[in-house]
């Protein structure tokens, strides 16, 4: 069964610690996503990857970096966490230009 | 800048049919996509429109009008496992990138 993993289902952090969020998927995928997804608001895009190494700013990058070292694993970077930034982080992969997404079960970040 | 519109939420009885309307305005347009999400769960694929008309896959359907940048979902024989939210997806550019709506969340009564 083809998956796309997130480290963690639920994680509390305090305001300006460093947090990073892990997404494995094990499908050869050569692309990756990372959106956050809130009430009313629906997922924003905040990065993606077509291919390793390489990184483009989604909608809403502010505030987040991410690293592609290796294709299967794509890592979503709050330099400095804020309450702003509680949010469900989801992480989808996708192959070539076809865009079915397939996303992980979805990370619950409370910033306190 | 990119707006993609459908309604916050609809209720429907068990065995009916609900259609959910969906409209964009984007920057680029390669297709458009319809997601399920059940709540606390990953949102999954359930279909894909890129050429006008209308593609059936059981007892859900979808259509597109590229020209009037419309598309909707139409779900039939409404099963209460139907209740879910349905998240209408725009594809922005030719390598995958998507645009979500706010997503419709469907409520199935007995």
């Known amino acids: 069964d083809v998956k796309v993993t997130q480290s963690s289902r639920y994680l509390v952090k305090r305001t300006g610690e460093k947090v990073f969020l892990e997404c494995v998927q094990d499908m050869d995928h050569e692309n990756m996503f990372w959106y956050r997804q809130d009430p009313g608001l629906g997922l924003r895009l905040i990065y993606f990857s077509y291919d390793v190494k390489m990184k483009e700013k989604g909608d809403i990058p502010e505030g987040y970096s991410v690293s592609r070292e290796k294709k299967e694993r794509f890592s979503l970077i709050l330099e400095s966490a804020s309450t702003n930034q509680t949010s469900m982080y989801l992480c989808?992969?996708?192959?070539?230009?076809?865009?079915?997404?397939?996303f992980g079960s979805g990370t619950r970040l409370t910033v306190v | 800048g990119q707006n993609i519109d459908q309604p916050t939420e609809m209720t429907a009885t068990e065995g009916a049919i609900v259609q959910i309307n969906c409209t964009y305005q984007t920057s680029g347009f390669n297709g458009l996509f319809w997601y399920q999400q059940h709540a606390g769960e990953a949102p999954t694929f359930l279909s894909y429109?890129?050429?006008?008309g209308l593609e059936e896959k059981g007892r859900f359907s979808s259509f597109l009008s590229r020209s009037k940048g419309y598309s909707y979902l139409l779900l039939k024989e409404l099963q209460m496992k139907d209740s879910a939210s349905y998240l209408c997806?725009?594809?922005?550019?030719?390598?995958?990138?998507?645009?979500f709506g706010a997503g419709t969340q469907v409520v199935v009564t007995p």
């Open positions: 989808a992969s996708s192959s070539g230009g076809a865009s079915i997404y397939t």
């Open positions: 429109n890129v050429l006008d």
């Open positions: 997806a725009v594809r922005t550019d030719s390598w995958g990138k998507l645009q």
